[in-house]
Structure formats: structure tokens, C-alpha cells
């Protein structure tokens, strides 16, 4: 084993060997030492990273395996590692925001009893999504796509007592398996048609296939590429939150706020999009599935925007924010613009975590209050945690120079000039999402830190997390360190990371990881025209999205700052609109009603009709019950009375004579 | 390596033995010692079984260990026995199954502690003679001796109900059985004359004759397995069985149907298998489904765990009759896996059941305030019996779910679905039972697991998860003898 390949063994086992000490040692070891366990371990995997990362950059790709999990017949199941730039990318990110994450978790979870066992958590989710981005192969990749799922789980259940917490964590379990069921069906056609699950043979056996036609249905012929690009996809909807797949996201926001920055916006749920742009050279084989994945993602990045303008409470508006920028990631991979999505990833996931863990700042201040209707005018209190959290609207709603506007500006430019079927209607779905998501960072921002101090006569903090012994009126003040810190490291790269736009998305960084298609030119185009970020700054001045953006945080201005009273009565005015926004389209509901009774409902009638019925009642217990019968009635005849036996007897000798005697 | 072994013997005997002693010498007045010579024969048992693993040659698929005696020869019939990769994995998982039951059944048991061990251990030697038996009288014997112990520890140590389980458990295994000896006995008149398994497997038979033993064996082994419809008896077995009995039902008894058909209905009748494979296949995600949205509903802890064992036995049978490599091996996988996760979900509800006295899910709640480390192991058992990567219950389910794929879509389409009902049912339990709020006096006043219910399922977590990272040493044994199996199946006898 060579230097770096024990390095890279060391990237996920140092925060698993963190997870398990904490985990099955917290009670012993005590707190301090599980966080700084779980720290330690998270810190050595991120500047292994970074080594790998460098080690990339020189165009180094390592593909081996580590050892062999399975072998059936010709098959061959490997556990390995495939490091090139988009792992290594991958890897920075993950653990970067993890350990910020960790760090943070001190101050948040200071009073919580369940410390170690978060910690624990948290460092296995690492643990897993190392495995997820570090696979070679498509088991792996499923191994990783599970425990990141199950640690979600784990989390968003966190504090199981809560009714709310443990419906919405099955919740998002359910939703995400439904996902992996398409995911699975979609491996298993690759193993299948392929005959292994390494990406590499798979990717270069691929162009093979491209053209093989397969009949699912009697008579319906489908193209086996669009076929399994589908299933896949399917996948990714589930993990990361596409419409219909997308209803488990916002209910997650009952877990800690930590791990709404780390699992529910950074990272897990970016590995769907992670997933599509490593598939690369089968998605680029199927023109179908593109338009599908493009429209899917076109759906989910205006209409999930458009419910964040109507939450009141501080997470669920960042956890649609969130839906909606995952939507952008998603027509990104669909105009073929991968690297785009995966910039794009990067950016999201620093000031997304900026923007959550500052909200999970405000929700320290304010006593567990998550409903900004009694928050405002926090900015004199909490200057640092205003100030990160205004770097991170400006980065959502794109706006230059911060890092959102040049990974969001080149999405949408790669649409507009994408020509695949469905393009034209992503192109103005996100083009209206700008506006919408300018206009909902502000909302954010304003309603929280400007205008009226609402919370001096607001009712404490409705939720039963009163470990703090406070009541009435509080005065907030800013978090101690721990948290600010991991906000102003993160906020660094939440301004600074899109500058890195012309060697990431043109410089032929991908080159090695992402495959494109020949008649997929957006970015090879867009890239004729890139002449640095300042010309990229100055040109979009001249275009609609910059306006687009500034314009809906112009209104955000105008609607709570300006003119405080007038959301109430555009409310009031569009009723229908605000109802609908505020049950978020129904799909809740219906799920509720439809999928979940529907199962319950076929459950029970399988089980009273099929087994209590018919088959105990009706075969078994009645076979029974004639055996019982019929011996019941022949009983009567073996009185064991002589005289009975005898009149019996009399009576078949007359039968027999009067038969048989003519 | 195996000529002239006794080794198996050894396996089968040593537990009978133990059994029999602690019958004989133990009462209720010195229970404790019927108990230490209990774990003593069971922690023998599983430790003379290790070398069948350990000096197993995986390069062959003929039998070995073999012992060949003379037993009754009017009839021809023999003492054979013998294992190939296929049984030794049994053989293994019964002895340490009974390992568990003896420790678990340590301070539960209050009544006829000796008979209770006694029975176990009775029964555990007569399961490995099924598994290890190559004549076909030798097993049938061990077959139907099995039942008895089995039926006395549903019938004594059982709930209010158990004498209608007892006798419902009997009467369908029993039915089964006949039939399979009718079968035996008709094979016996064509073969000239032999009892021999494995000459069974070289005769060769014609396309109606082959249908004809297929089903008769069929009729035993599906209720065994038990697939559906003939699963109902099932439920109430293990809603009244004690927790030691729902453990070996569930982890070993249910195989004995599925190692039946690998061993007789395939290589036996391998035409009228293709030609039925269809039927089996139908039955197989029949149970997947139905049986999975049945489990959902369920109000009592142990009927939805049995519910989801019927589930889980459906990839089994699916995985035996799709004929290929992934699908065969993933059925076994899924055989030894199911053994350790079902043990392991009767054993978590054996555990509240000890201290609440009630199986039904409205009565608990919030337990994990009261029992972090009780809901702990009790999580990871769930996620493996959802079939979450890293556990045992993956391993199986995905080789089929793939060899499904491979051999039609929409069978691997209907049996993937299992993601999601698997999921649900089982979670939505653990949700109403584990997590919340506490729920009420009762479970306000639990206590967590002791060090011996900590060991037991500790010994399980480590399979479970052991199984899950590394199965290679489980399937590694197998290629051979399913390779062969396979090439045996695919050629025609008529």
C-alpha cells in the first residue's frame, strides 16, 4: 500500500473510529473528551483531504479496491475507492463543513443530555458520505447512500420524545427508500446489461449500449439507457428532495439546526446530484432521461422557492430555499452542465451551512423561538451572526461578487443555451426562481434582524426545550465562539469560493471525472466566452438575472422594511394563493391520506379477507370444523349400548334381505 | 480430510445426549444445575461444530464429513450422513442458535427449567441431523422428530392459546410430511431399491412423475418454509410460542423448507421445477407484497415480526427458483441472515415481553427513555430487518432483488418493493413501541437490559453486523456446491 493509499483509507475510518469511541464509549469518556474525539478525527480527515485534494489537482486519479465484500458466480462485489477531482472536491467540502459543524455542535448542544450521542452521529454521517463520494462502484455507492440515510434518521429523530420529530424522521426514511427502490432497480438493470458494478467498466462499456433497445412491456420497445439513467435519477429524487420526492425535506428541520446545515443542506442531500454528474457517461447517452432530470429539477427549483416566501419559521424558509437550490443543481445536470452542478454544490453547501447554523444562532438567542414573527431587529444584538447571515442571503439570491451569483449565473446561462427538450421551460422557471429567491433571502434577512424587536412582547418559546430555565421577555445576545467562529470560516468561502469559476467550470478541472457528450456544448461555449470574474461581474449587470435578483430583494425592502404593514393585506388580498403556498401545494396531505392509508388500508383487508377469512377461517379452521362435524354426527351411532348395536344390526339384515332375497 | 470422521455424528448426538442428561438429572429443586449442564452441552455443541466450518474443502461440492453405516438393511436403509457447502452453514447456525436460546431462557424460565433445556437441546441435535442426513429414511426421522420437542415447548412453556398453535402447528406440518413420504417411498420403488438422496438426485424420471414429487414435496416444504398460503399457522405459532421457541422456529425451522427444496424438489424433479417455476415465483412475491402490507397492520409485536418472516422467506424461495448464481446464493444468504435478525427481533420483544407482560404495540411507548441500550440494540436489529446496507438483512435480499432483476424486471420490480414496506412496518413499530414520550406507568418502571440479555445480544449484533460488512467467508463455502447444483438443475432428466 502506497502513502496515499493509506491516506485515503484514513479520510472516512478516522471520523468512524471518532463515531464509535464517542458512540459506544460517551458514557465513560464523558463530553469534552467525546467532542474532542469526534473533532480530532473530523480534522485529521480534512487535512488528508486537502492532501488528496492537492494530489488531484496535480492529475493524479486513483481507482482500487480495497477489499472484496462479495462474490457470486462471475460477479464480483468490491469495497474501493475511485479519488479523482470530483471525489476529491467532494471530500474537502464534506469534511470541511463537517468539522465546522462539529465545532459548532459545542455551543449548540451544550445543555443537551444526549451530547455524546449527537457527536457520535454526526461523525458517522461523515464516516458515510466519505464511503458515498469516495466509491468506485455502485454497491459502495448504495452502501453510503443508506448509512447517510440512516444517520438522517437518526438525527432528524434526535429528540425522539417529540411527537413531531419521530413522524417526520419516518417520514423522511419512507420517502427516501421509495427513492432507493428506483435507485436499486436501477443498479440492478446495470448489473444486469453490464455484468459488473465497477464504474469504470461500466462507463467504458457504456457507448456500446447506448443503442440497445429492451421491452419492459409487451411490445414497447425503451432505450436501456433511459431506462436505468430514470431509475437512477429516481434515486436522486428521493436523497435530494425533487418534486413529488421532495415532501420529507422541510419536516427534517426537527432535527438539531447542526444537522439541517450539515446533512439537510451541505451535504447528504447534494449526493443525489453528486451521484447524477458521476454518471456522467451514462446520462449523457440518454436524451430522455436529461429531459426528464431538467424538468424535474426546473419543477422543484420555482415551486419549492415559491412556498419559502410564506414560512414564518426561520428553518423551514432556508429548508425550501434548499429544495429550490437543489432544483437549480438538478437542471443543471440536465443541461448537461455537470460541473456547473457540482460548483454550484460547492457554493450551496458554505453558504447554505452559513445560512442554517446562523439561523441556529438566532435560535439560541431566542430561547429554541424558531418563528421569526417574533423575532426582528436581532442585527444590534448578534452583529456577527447579521453579518454571516447577510453574506449568506446575497450568496443565495446570487448577487456579485459573492459566490452564489457566479455558480447560480452560469446554471442558468447553460440552460439558456442548452438545447435539449424541456430547456426552454426550465430557462424561465429558474429565471423566475432569481426573483423569487432574491426576494425570499431578504424576507429572511429583514423579518429577523431589521424592523420592529418583536420578540420583547412575544409569548416564550413554544416548544418544550426549556432547558434554559428562562422565561418571559428575553434579551438575545450574541453566541459564545464556538458558534461564531465556524460562521465567519464558512462565510469565507460563502464570498470567495465562485471566484474560482474560470478554472472549476472552464478550466478543464472536470475534465478527467465528467464526460460530455459531443453535441452538448453549453459550457464548451460558455467558456469561449469566460474572460474572468470581473468581466463575468460586469457583463451581468447588463443581463436579466442580476435585475431579477436585486429586484426581488428590492421588494423583500419594500414589503418589511419600508412598508411593515402591507404583507398582511396582499395576503388577505390573495388568499387562494397563500392558502395553497401555506399547505404547500396539498402533497402532504394526499401522501398522508393516499399512500399511507391507502397501505394500511390494503393491509387490513388483505389480512382480515385473506388470512382471517379465508384461508384460516374458510380452509383451515373449516376443514376442521367439518372433520369436527361429520364425526360429531357418525359419534351418535357408537352409543356403546348392546341393544342399540342390535337393533342396528336387525335393520341391515332386513336391508340386505329385502335387497337381495326377490 | 473428512474419511473416517465421526465429526458429524459428534454435532448431532452430543446435544441429544445433553439433553436427555439434564432430563434426567435436573428438576425444578435444582434448577440452576439443569441450566449450567444445559449451557455446558449447548457451548459444547456450537464448539465441536466450528472444525465442519474450519476444515471444510470450499474447492469440491461433494459431500463431506461423510459417515456411511448400515442401518436397517431389510430395507436398505442406512445411517448417512454427510454436509456440503450448502448445510454446513446450517449446521453452524443451529448450534449457535441454540447457544443463544439456552442463555436467553437462563432466569425466564421459572417452571420445568430442565425439560425446557432438555427440549432445546433435544431439538437443535435433531435439526442438524435434517441438515446432515443424506438417506432419505435417516431424514425423514429426524424430520418429524424435530416437530415433537417443538410442540411441546409451544404446548407447555406457551401463552393462553398455545394448545390451539400447538395443535394448528402440528396437524399442517404433519399433512405436509405424509405426503413427502409418499414421495420417498415411490422414489425408493423406482431407484430399485434405495434410500440414498443422492441417488434420487442421478435418477432419472419422467416429465409427470417429476410434477408429481415435486408437489408432494411441495406440500412439506411450503408449509415448513411456510410460503403463502399455507402460512397461517405461523403467526399464531409464534404469537404463542415462548421466546426460546419463536427464536429456533423463526431462525431454523423456516429453513428446513427452504434447504428441502435445494436438497430434493430442484436436483430430484429439476424439469417439473422449470416448468413450475413460474407458480413458485408467483408464490414467492405473492408473500413479498401481501404479506408485507399484512405485516403493516398488525397491532402485536410478534405477530408483524412472524408476518415479516414469511415476508423475508419469500426472497428465499424467490431466490431458489429464478436459477441463477446471485439469485441461489442470495437465498442462502438470506437463510443464515434471516436466522440471525429474526432470532434477534423475537429476542428484543422477549425482552419487554419479560418485563411488561404484553406484546402489543398500544401498550408501549417512549421504552427508550427507560432503556437507551435496550433501544440501541433494538434499532439495529430493525434496520436490519429493513434491510439497511452494513447489516446481515441487506446481503440477501439485494443478491436476490439483482438475480431478479437479471432474470425478469418486474420480478425484481415486485420484490424491491420490500424497501419500502420493509421499512415501513418495521420502523413504524419501533417508532410506537421505542420512541415518544413515556407512555405509562409501566413503562415508566422498565429497567435496561442485564448483562445477560447484553451478551445475547451482543453475540447477534456482531453477526448481524459482521454478516453485513464482510459475507464473502459465508458465500465463499457455498460456490461449489451451488455451482454445482445450478449445472444439475439445468440439465434435463427426461
Known amino acids: 500500500m502506497t502513502e496515499m493509499q493509506k491516506l485515503y483509507l484514513l479520510v472516512p475510518l478516522a471520523p468512524l473510529a471518532g463515531a464509535l469511541v464517542a458512540g459506544l464509549f460517551g458514557w465513560l469518556i464523558g463530553r469534552a473528551l467525546s467532542h474532542w474525539v469526534t473533532i480530532i478525527g473530523v480534522l485529521i480527515s480534512f487535512a488528508a483531504s486537502l492532501l488528496i485534494f492537492q494530489d488531484a489537482l496535480a492529475g493524479h486519479v486513483f481507482n482500487g479496491s480495497v477489499y472484496t465484500w462479495l462474490t457470486a458466480g462471475e ?43 449527537f457527536f457520535s452521529y454526526i461523525s458517522l454521517f461523515t464516516f458515510s458520505m466519505l464511503m458515498l463520494v469516495m466509491s468506485n462502484n455502485f454497491l459502495q455507492l448504495f ?141 449523457e447517452l440518454s436524451e430522455t432521461a436529461l429531459s426528464f432530470v431538467i424538468v424535474i429539477g426546473a419543477i422543484t427549483a420555482l415551486f419549492m422557492a415559491l412556498v419559502a416566501i410564506v414560512q414564518t419559521d426561520i428553518k423551514r424558509v432556508i429548508a425550501y430555499s434548499t429544495l429550490s437550490q437543489l432544483g437549480y443543481m438538478t437542471v443543471a445536470l440536465g443541461a448537461s452542465a455537470y460541473s456547473a452542478a457540482i460548483f454550484h454544490l460547492m457554493t450551496h453547501a458554505f453558504f447554505k451551512a452559513v445560512l442554517f447554523l446562523g439561523a441556529g444562532s438566532v435560535i439560541i438567542a431566542m430561547h429554541h423561538q424558531q418563528d ?27 448577487l456579485p461578487p459573492f459566490s452564489g451569483f457566479f455558480s447560480k449565473d452560469s446554471i442558468i446561462e447553460a440552460v439558456g443555451l442548452s438545447a435539449i427538450p424541456g430547456a426552454g421551460f426550465a430557462y424561465l422557471a429558474i429565471l423566475a426562481g432569481v426573483f423569487v429567491g432574491g426576494f425570499y433571502s431578504f424576507r429572511l434577512v429583514f423579518y429577523t434582524f431589521h424592523g420592529e424587536e418583536r420578540f420583547r412582547h412575544a409569548a416564550p418559546a413554544g416548544h418544550d426545550h426549556d432547558d434554559h430555565g428562562h422565561h418571559g421577555p428575553v434579551v438575545p445576545h450574541e453566541s459564545p465562539w464556538v458558534v461564531t467562529v465556524p460562521l465567519l470560516l464558512l462565510a469565507i468561502p460563502s ?41 463575468m461581474m460586469l457583463h451581468s449587470v447588463a443581463t436579466l438575472p442580476f435585475w431579477l435578483a436585486a429586484s426581488g430583494a428590492g ?69 376442521a370444523r367439518l372433520v369436527g362435524w ?33 | 480430510m473428512s474419511e473416517g470422521s465421526t465429526l458429524l455424528s459428534w454435532v448431532i448426538w452430543l446435544p441429544i445426549v445433553a439433553g436427555l442428561l439434564v432430563l434426567a438429572t435436573g428438576s425444578d429443586r435444582n434448577a440452576q444445575f439443569a441450566r449450567i449442564i ?97 438417506d432419505a429414511i435417516l431424514f425423514y426421522v429426524f424430520w418429524e422428530a424435530m416437530l415433537i420437542p417443538m410442540f411441546i415447548a409451544i404446548g407447555v412453556w406457551g401463552g393462553p392459546n398455545r394448545v390451539y398453535a400447538a395443535v394448528k402447528f402440528f396437524l399442517y406440518t404433519l399433512i405436509g410430511s405424509l405426503l413427502m413420504l409418499v414421495a420417498l417411498i415411490y422414489l425408493f420403488n423406482k431407484s430399485g431399491g434405495s434410500f440414498s438422496i443422492l441417488d434420487y438426485h442421478a435418477l432419472p424420471l419422467g416429465l409427470e ?158 421504552v427508550a427513555n427507560k432503556m437507551p441500550m435496550f433501544a440501541a440494540f433494538f434499532m439495529l436489529f430493525a434496520m436490519a430487518n429493513s434491510g439497511l446496507p452494513g447489516t446481515s438483512g441487506f446481503v440477501g435480499e439485494f443478491m436476490v432483488i439483482l438475480g431478479a432483476i437479471k432474470a425478469n424486471f418486474w420480478y425484481g420490480f415486485l420484490a424491491a418493493t420490500t424497501l419500502i414496506t420493509g421499512a415501513a412496518y418495521t420502523l413504524w413499530m419501533y417508532k410506537r413501541v421505542v420512541f415518544g414520550a413515556v407512555a405509562n406507568p409501566r413503562v415508566e418502571r422498565l429497567s435496561d437490559i442485564g448483562s445477560r440479555e447484553f451478551l445475547v445480544l451482543a453475540l447477534l449484533a456482531a453477526a448481524v453486523l459482521g454478516m453485513g460488512l464482510y459475507p464473502l467467508p459465508v458465500t465463499e463455502v457455498m460456490h461449489a456446491s451451488v455451482n454445482n447444483l445450478l449445472t444439475h438443475v439445468a440439465q434435463s432428466k427426461l
Open chain 1, 495 to 535: 464570498v470567495a469560493a465562485g471566484w474560482l469559476v474560470g478554472p472549476m467550470l472552464f478550466g478543464g478541472y472536470f475534465s478527467d471525472a465528467i464526460f460530455i457528450a459531443h453535441d452538448h456544448h453549453a459550457l464548451a461555449h460558455m467558456a469561449e466566452e469566460f474572460h474572468g470574474i470581473w468581466a
Open chain 1, 372 to 398: 421569526m414573527r417574533h423575532m426582528g431587529g436581532l442585527r444590534k444584538y448578534m452583529p456577527i451572526t447579521y453579518l454571516t447571515m447577510l453574506i449568506g442571503a446575497l450568496a443565495n439570491a446570487g
Open chain 2, 209 to 366: 412423475a417429476q410434477v408429481l414429487i415435486f408437489l408432494a414435496f411441495f406440500t412439506a416444504f411450503a408449509v415448513k418454509v411456510p410460503m403463502w398460503p399455507v402460512h397461517t399457522w405461523l403467526p399464531d405459532a409464534h404469537v404463542e410460542a415462548p421466546t426460546g421457541g419463536s427464536v429456533v422456529l423463526a431462525a431454523i425451522m423456516l429453513k428446513v423448507g427452504a434447504y428441502g427444496f435445494l436438497r430434493f424438489s430442484l436436483p430430484i424433479a429439476p424439469d417439473a421445477s422449470h416448468a413450475l417455476s413460474g407458480f413458485m415465483i408467483t408464490l414467492s412475491l405473492i408473500a413479498v407484497v401481501y404479506i408485507g402490507l399484512v405485516a403493516l397492520v398488525q397491532s402485536d409485536m410478534k405477530k408483524l415480526i412472524a408476518y415479516s418472516s414469511i415476508s423475508h422467506m419469500g426472497f428465499v424461495t424467490l431466490g431458489l427458483f429464478i436459477f441463477n448464481q446471485l439469485g441461489m446464493e442470495g437465498a442462502l444468504v438470506q437463510m443464515v441472515s434471516h436466522g440471525f435478525v429474526a432470532g434477534a427481533m423475537f429476542l428484543c420483544v422477549g425482552v419487554l415481553y419479560d418485563r411488561m407482560h404484553t406484546r402489543n404495540i398500544a401498550d408501549y411507548g417512549g
Open chain 2, 38 to 134: 444445559a449451557l455446558i452441552g449447548a457451548l459444547a455443541g456450537f464448539i465441536i461444530s466450528i472444525p465442519l466450518y474450519t476444515g471444510f474443502d470450499r474447492l469440491t461440492s461433494d459431500m463431506q464429513f461423510v459417515e456411511y453405516k448400515s442401518w436397517i438393511p431389510a430395507f436398505n436403509i442406512h445411517y448417512n450422513l454427510g454436509v456440503d457447502g450448502i448445510s454446513v452453514l446450517f449446521i453452524l447456525l443451529t448450534s449457535f442458535t441454540t447457544l443463544l436460546v439456552v442463555i436467553a431462557g437462563w432466569k425466564v424460565i421459572e417452571k420445568n427449567v430442565a425439560q425446557y433445556m432438555a427440549a432445546f437441546l433435544i431439538m437443535s441435535g435433531l435439526m442438524i441431523g435434517v441438515f446432515a442426513a443424506l
Open chain 1, 555 to 623: 421588494t423583500a425592502w419594500f414589503l418589511y422594511i419600508r412598508r411593515p404593514e402591507l404583507p398582511a393585506l396582499i395576503k388577505a388580498k390573495f388568499s387562494l394563493i397563500s392558502t395553497i403556498l401555506e399547505n404547500k401545494y396539498g402533497f402532504d396531505a394526499f401522501n398522508d391520506f393516499f399512500f399511507a392509508g391507502g397501505a394500511r388500508l390494503l393491509g387490513r383487508s388483505l389480512w382480515r379477507g385473506g388470512d382471517v377469512w379465508l384461508i384460516d377461517g374458510l380452509f383451515v379452521n373449516g376443514t
Open chain 1, 75 to 117: 460477479t464480483r462485489f468490491e469495497i474501493g475507492f475511485l479519488i479523482d477531482r470530483l471525489s476529491a472536491l467532494m471530500m474537502v467540502v464534506v469534511t470541511f463543513v463537517s468539522l465546522m459543524v462539529h465545532i459548532y455542535t459545542i455551543g449548540y448542544m451544550r445543555d443537551d443530555p444526549g451530547y455524546q450521542r
Open chain 1, 630 to 662: 361429520s364425526s360429531a354426527l357418525i359419534r351418535h351411532v357408537q352409543s356403546g349400548y348392546i341393544y342399540h348395536y342390535a337393533f342396528a344390526m336387525i335393520i341391515g339384515v332386513f336391508l340386505m334381505i329385502s335387497l337381495f332375497v326377490k
Open chain 1, 143 to 283: 452502501f453510503g447512500w443508506e448509512a447517510v440515510g440512516l444517520v438522517s434518521y437518526l438525527l432528524i429523530g434526535f429528540w425522539f420524545t417529540r411527537p413531531t420529530a419521530i413522524y417526520a424522521n419516518l417520514k423522511a426514511f419512507l420517502v427516501n427508500r421509495v427513492g432507493d427502490f428506483g435507485f436499486l432497480l436501477g443498479i440492478g438493470m446495470v448489473l444486469a446489461y453490464f455484468g459488473t458494478l465497477d464504474y469504470a467498466a461500466v462507463f467504458s462499456m457504456a457507448p456500446e449500449l447506448a443503442g440497445m433497445k429492451i421491452a419492459l412491456l409487451e411490445g414497447q420497445d425503451w432505450q436501456l439507457m433511459s431506462v436505468i439513467c430514470i431509475l437512477l435519477f429516481v434515486g436522486a429524487m428521493g436523497k435530494s428532495a425533487q418534486f413529488p420526492l421532495h415532501v420529507w425535506l422541510p419536516d427534517s428541520m426537527e432535527g438539531p439546526t447542526p444537522i439541517s446545515a450539515l446533512i439537510h443542506a451541505a451535504t447528504m442531500v447534494t449526493a443525489g446530484i453528486f451521484m447524477v454528474a458521476r454518471m456522467s457517461p451514462l446520462f
